[in-house]
């Protein structure tokens, strides 16, 4: 079974400070990570995704196979980074079709 | 202007009755699935189909059906039997060979009173 685990609900940074929120996952074979992100009042959509090894809004995450970690980390937080971030899986073979996610982090970047 | 649209946003349904909320799409994307999510809980999924007239049960299948009778549209039908409806549904969708492109709904919010 795979599964994806985000062990912070709530996270409150000061603008400036550097964020890292955490994503553990667990699954025998090769997996995709991705991370998800829904601002207020908007749509979830794709924020980045490990195969790519990309930066998106100043974001990056690496996939660490031997802590089974694909923790997302920017240097400075901004305001408008507070959201909704969700870790997600996509396993191989038979469970490929589907995105595993986790139950999410709330970021909060105050001012 | 493409995209993922779910019907209503809103939707108030009293304890008994079965309700259907509505997602259409014009990517012309095979593979459509629903979401539930609650504060807390993330996203977990409810059904999916990855071609027309196919449909499968994901984690939380229990008192929800679907139907897949035209490629655009993926209704939820959310019945009676489904113990604690109130929640946030969003319907997805994703092209084949993109497996990590999903597109999402705005979602439906559902309230039992």
């Known amino acids: 079974a795979q599964r994806v685990t985000q062990p912070e609900k709530l996270l409150s940074v000061f603008k400036g400070a550097p964020v890292e929120l955490k994503c553990n996952y667990s699954y025998s074979g090769s997996p995709e990570l991705f991370w998800y992100v829904q601002y207020s009042r908007q749509r979830l959509q794709l924020l980045l995704r490990h195969i790519s090894r990309e930066s998106i809004k100043g974001f990056t995450a690496d996939l660490n196979k031997g802590e089974t970690s694909f923790h997302l980390k920017k240097p400075f937080a901004q305001e408008e980074d507070s959201a909704m971030y969700y870790c997600?899986?996509?396993?191989?073979?038979?469970?490929?079709?589907?995105?595993?996610f986790g139950k999410g982090t709330k970021l909060s970047v105050i001012p | 202007d493409g995209g993922i649209t779910q019907s209503p946003k809103y939707l108030f349904r009293k304890e008994g009755q079965n309700v259907t909320l509505s997602c259409e799409q014009n990517l012309n994307h095979d593979a459509m699935y629903w979401y539930r999510q609650d504060p807390g809980q993330g996203l977990r999924l409810i059904y999916y189909?990855?071609?027309?007239?196919?449909?499968q049960k994901g984690d939380i299948a229990e008192g929800y059906s679907v139907s897949r009778e035209k490629k655009e549209s993926f209704p939820l039908t959310v019945t009676s039997a489904q113990k604690n409806p109130t929640a946030f549904y969003l319907c997805?969708?994703?092209?084949?060979?993109?497996?990590?492109?999903?597109?999402f709904g705005s979602g439906t919010r559902l309230t039992v009173v």
């Open positions: 189909s990855q071609i027309v007239n196919d449909f």
């Open positions: 997805a969708s994703r092209a084949t060979g993109e497996a990590y492109g999903y597109t």
């Open positions: 997600a899986l996509r396993g191989s073979g038979a469970g490929s079709y589907q995105l595993t």
